[in-house]
């Protein structure tokens, strides 16, 4: 059988983290495949993963890895986290959000085996509290993707073949996610999709994206941009400077 690498890059998150991972650990061990590994890479400046991990280490494969080597950031420290693992097929997964089909390892699996894609993105759902489920919505990818319109969700939702994986630009952070679709369509072509939801993603005020500065939004867009420049369509060019202009426009904080 195939083997699956969740891999979950954890941090303190403002004192919520330790509680998140917990309850996102716990919806894994309801998961029917248990052909799979979970690989956390801790970057909590207190004490608040290790424990957790060690709570679930009878339950679930854990794999407990530090990432103090490595930036501090999102994109650094889930490339640790695949660094660690060891299957052949890796899924993402924050440690706010949760794997909520009990099916989903099975599924992904199933598709892997069924196709020769090399990236996959599920459908997702999402929540405020862990037990109620909203907003359900189906992933898609477009070309202008890399500008920030986000049409695919969060890394979350993403799985690849672990023969063919590729890194997050450890430079970015608000635009970390749909830089990585990008880079993903241009090596391998049409991600496979699962439009059920597979994870549902947490919202909450911890979240990173919710204190990205407007300048940090600037500067990434167009530092992203300048990676596909060569590339880009006319309608692309102007997708890019209405981008511009949207997020000068926008009042710092929104």
């Known amino acids: 059988m195939t083997m699956l690498s969740i891999c979950i890059p954890a941090y303190e998150m403002n004192g919520v983290g330790s509680k998140y991972l917990r309850e996102s650990l716990s919806w894994l061990t309801r998961q029917k495949a248990k052909n799979f590994e979970v690989v956390v890479s801790d970057q909590a400046r207190d004490n608040s993963i290790s424990p957790v991990c060690a709570q679930f280490a009878d339950s679930l494969t854990m794999r ?3 990432g103090d080597e490595v930036a501090r950031n999102a994109s650094a420290n889930v490339n640790n986290a695949i660094r660690h693992s060891r299957g052949d097929i890796v899924k993402i997964l924050f440690q706010d959000d949760l794997l909520i089909d009990e099916n989903a390892i099975d599924k992904i699996q199933s598709a892997f085996r069924s196709d020769t894609g ?5 459908g997702c759902m999402h929540t405020a509290d862990g037990v ?5 919505f189906e992933p898609r990818y477009h070309s202008g993707i890399y500008l920030g319109r986000n049409t695919i969700s969060s890394p979350s939702v993403l799985a690849l073949r672990k023969e063919r994986i590729r890194f997050f630009d450890e430079s970015l952070i ?3 996610d749909v830089d990585y679709y ?5 090596a391998f072509g049409d991600p496979l999709i699962i439009n059920d939801p597979l994870i549902a993603n947490r919202l909450h005020a911890a979240q990173v994206t ?3 500065r407007k300048n940090v939004m600037l500067d990434e867009v167009r530092r992203v941009r300048a990676k596909y420049r060569s590339t880009e369509s006319w309608a692309l060019k102007i997708c890019y400077w209405r981008e511009l202009i949207r997020l ?3 009042p710092e904080g929104d």
């Open 64 to 66: 407990y890895v530090r």
């Open 118 to 122: 090399s990236w996959l993105i599920s």
């Open 132 to 136: 109620v489920f909203k907003r359900r």
């Open 174 to 176: 608000w635009l970390m």
């Open 182 to 186: 990008k880079q993903c369509y241009d």
């Open 210 to 212: 919710n204190g990205v």
């Open 248 to 250: 000068m426009s926008t």
